[in-house]
């Protein structure tokens, strides 16, 4: 057999290889290696066997040339070292050279060959542990191939005996192994590069779509799971996921079901599939291929395949998520794994109820510890001004009981979340009414409101301990008085919100307790602006927190931004 033929026997046998190698990328263990190097010592070890068992299946579809085999060991070996560094490498050029050694002991050529498939792997171990991802490239994989097999076959030259014969052999078999090996190895390396990025695309998907859903249904299964909220996420996933229908359910009832299947899947009743109620039981998501896995017990039922995963909270399982298939939009692999996506952003969800029930509590606790400091001493001063006011102003006295009336309603009504703009500035009016007709002259307001704010929701108990504060601590502590202003417009889709004075104002130092939070007399220092500043910023985060510019006679002001919760 001359050397064109041996190219054309290795070339076809390439083929072979090639496809085998196709094959196994289909399977799953394979495709869990992920196409990246990996440390865990099962999953070295896994990579090894694969790589040393088709470098002996490199061997077998050689083809025998003179007492010897011209052979695809070398582009696997060095495949296997660049893919999984110098471990897998010199462990696949071991399985393959010992095969080579062993299977043909006493041959004159099985030492070099099988010494030469180790050293090939070894090598290309090493160059991977140097170059890292920049390794896995053709034509490296050539270069090292071409490397490895001229190594190859000084080997042979030095260690064959007889002399004469390990020359002839190497003239035959070198330049086709030199040829089919190095672009054998540089297509081995393309085809995993090809998975790898075909991996990457389909994970890069999965996130796309999972973000996309999170991002439309973070608003529903925070508040719970219920019919309300299922439904409108169910409806979200199945706009958006190419399945027959979508559903959620709690541990015993149907809370949501949208496409196929609707006439029997009513939202509202009691689960009607076996593997639904596996899954609540084991916690374990499972991937159904027929309709009757599913069991669903319906004569007319189209679902011939289903994907179900738990929803959990606080390590209970709550309710499943679930996607049916049909014969015309089947379920695949890449929808279980998205599934399986959505059912933890969605349980993470559902903790975040929990969290936002607690921060909920937390205001209303802080609330209260507001009003502590601040209504004792304005009840009892505003007292003392309407008693004044009995003996030489009747009408007065009862307008300002009046007010005095609706400023406490509102200021112990902790049932209140958001309230529109206009309820707080009307608290703010019953306590300036009050605070003018105590101090007369010496307190001015001026009041700016834009009327697209009015039914602005903002949280309870924001604007009016600001006032209050450039009232108690700005104007009245000039003997003339001063003048407090609030205004209220629309800038870049939210409301600014500025409360400001032209008080005694504020040192870097008594500005900088303020913002500090620091722990000081709530008599003398603001506790009202501290509380404000520190709710804003848990509210709506650090990006909405307000603005403080203050400088000793020259006044205090205090912006607020507050997005639309619409």
């Known amino acids: ?25 289909t399977i799953t263990p394979v495709q869990r290696m992920n196409f990246i190097r990996v440390e865990p010592r099962s999953r070295t070890v896994m990579v090894m066997l694969l790589f040393g068992m088709l470098g002996i299946l490199g061997t077998y579809t050689g083809n025998s ?38 299977t043909d002991l006493h041959g004159f050529s099985a030492w070099p060959c099988g010494i030469a498939t180790a050293w090939e792997g070894l090598l290309a171990g090493l160059v991977s542990m140097w170059l890292r991802e920049k390794a896995m490239s053709g034509r490296i994989a050539a270069g090292l191939a071409i490397i490895g097999e001229t190594v190859h076959m000084l080997l042979l030259l030095l260690l064959s005996r007889p002399f004469g014969e390990a020359v002839e052999l190497v003239r035959l078999i070198a330049p086709p192994m030199l040829l ?8 081995f390396v393309e085809v995993i590069n090809i998975f790898s990025r075909d991996r990457e695309r389909r994970e890069s998907l ?50 949501a079901h949208v496409g196929k299947g609707d006439d029997h899947h009513l939202a509202g009743c009691e689960i009607r599939t076996n593997a639904t109620r596996r ?28 994907v179900i995963v738990p929803l959990s909270k606080d ?18 692999s890449t929808l279980f794994e998205v599934a399986k996506g959505l059912g933890n952003l969605f349980s993470t969800q559902l903790e975040l109820e929990d969290i936002q029930v607690k921060e909920q509590m937390l205001a209303h606790a802080e609330i209260r510890r507001l009003q502590a400091q601040i209504n004792p001493h304005f009840l009892f001063n505003s007292l003392n001004t309407i008693t004044s006011f009995c003996r030489t102003n009747a009408e007065k006295a009862r307008e300002l009981l009046m007010d005095l009336s609706l400023y406490m309603r509102r ?12 309820e707080e500035l009307e608290q703010v009016r019953s306590y300036l009414a009050i605070e003018q007709a105590r101090f007369g002259d010496r307190v001015c307001v001026d009041m700016d409101i834009a009327e697209d704010c009015e039914a602005w929701p903002i949280p309870p108990l924001i604007i009016q301990p600001l006032v ?42 008594t500005l900088g307790k303020v913002l500090g939070h620091e722990c000081v007399d709530s008599r003398h220092d603001g506790i009202g602006m501290r509380n404000c500043l520190s709710r804003l910023e848990h509210i709506y985060g650090p990006k909405f927190s307000p603005e403080v510019n203050s400088a000793p006679g020259q006044g205090t002001s205090i912006l607020l931004r507050i997005p639309d919760r619409n």
Do not use: W
């Open 206 to 255: 999965h996130a796309q779509i999972i973000l996309d859903i999170a991002n439309l249904s973070v608003s529903y299964l925070r508040s719970g799971l219920d019919r309300q909220t299922a439904e409108a996420t169910a409806e979200i996933i199945h706009q958006r996921v190419g399945v027959a229908a979508v559903a959620i359910t709690d541990t015993r009832n149907v809370l």
């Open 468 to 509: 209050e504060n450039s009232i108690r601590h700005g104007v009245l502590a000039l003997e003339q008085g001063g003048t407090v202003r609030v205004t209220a417009a629309r800038n870049n889709g939210h409301m600014e919100v500025t409360v400001s004075d032209n008080g005694v104002g504020m040192d870097d130092e």
């Open 180 to 187: 089919v090996n190095s672009v054998g190895a540089a297509l």
């Open 1 to 25: 057999m001359d050397t064109l033929q041996i190219i054309l026997v290795l070339g076809e046998r390439f083929g072979l290889m090639v496809g085998v190698v196709f094959l196994l990328m």
């Open 315 to 332: 390590g209970e399982i709550v309710g499943t998520l679930k996607f049916y298939g049909s014969a015309e939009q089947p379920l695949n």
């Open 65 to 102: 040339v003179f007492q010897s085999v011209a052979n695809l060991r070398a582009m696997v070996v060095i495949t296997g070292g660049l893919f999984g560094g110098p471990l897998v490498g010199i462990g696949a050029g071991l399985i393959a050279g010992m095969h080579r050694i062993l």
């Open 279 to 306: 899954v609540i039981q084991t916690g374990e998501p499972v991937f159904l291929h027929t309709a009757r896995a599913i069991g669903c017990n319906h004569a007319g039922c189209p679902m011939t395949s289903g």
């Open 411 to 422: 200021n112990l009504d902790l049932s209140r979340g958001f309230i529109p703009l206009n």
